[in-house]
């Protein structure tokens, strides 16, 4: 074969290739399968952006990675703990490791009889001062040192915001302009039956 028949056959290969390729495209672009093959593509080769860490993602490992530092602080400090108290124990003889178990144990039930206390003595307090129509969030002012006091300042409670309010009907039966809930004089009043109060239950505010 000459030289120029070479080139024609090489010719119509090249031509017949393009040809091929663009019907190809031409199809593909009416099936629809030159974008599902982008997109295959896509999903296998995530851009750049796509690849870059999510700040969030970074900021939610960061808290993850120092929560479980710190417990890991935490255990070791408990570990040292525990082993410092055993040290110790062991040094005591068994009467007065009973002595000491014995205290701790009071001491729980003491707590958790003084917990009941305040808890059945507030609800008392909540229906009696519901009961005469007194805020009840007075029952937080009492003092529950013991069952005794809190009934004392329970009492001293009603009796004081009771003349409060009978001062204050009074003084509209006369015509005046009572200090209402609403007023700076009222604010002053309620000050001033909170002193009382305080005082004749025998502690100062800053206690309370």
Sequence with gaps: MDEKSQETV????????EEKTLGQKIKNFFTGKEDEGKEEKKDDNPTAEEKADDPQKEASA????????????DAVAEYIRQQEEEARKAKLTPEELKAEEDAAKDKKIAELEHDLMVRNSKE???????????PVGLADILNYQTEETAQASLDTVVKVFGECLENAVKDRL?????TGLNSTGDINSFADAQARIYKQMG?????K
């Design 174 to 178: 006369k015509g005046k302009t009572p």
């Design 203 to 207: 502690v100062s505010k800053e206690e």
């Design 124 to 134: 008392k307090a909540v229906q009696l001062l519901d009961s005469k129509n007194l």
């Design 10 to 17: 090489v010719d119509t290969a090249e031509q017949e290739k």
């Design 62 to 73: 960061d808290d993850m990675k120092e929560a479980i530092e710190q417990a890991r602080k």
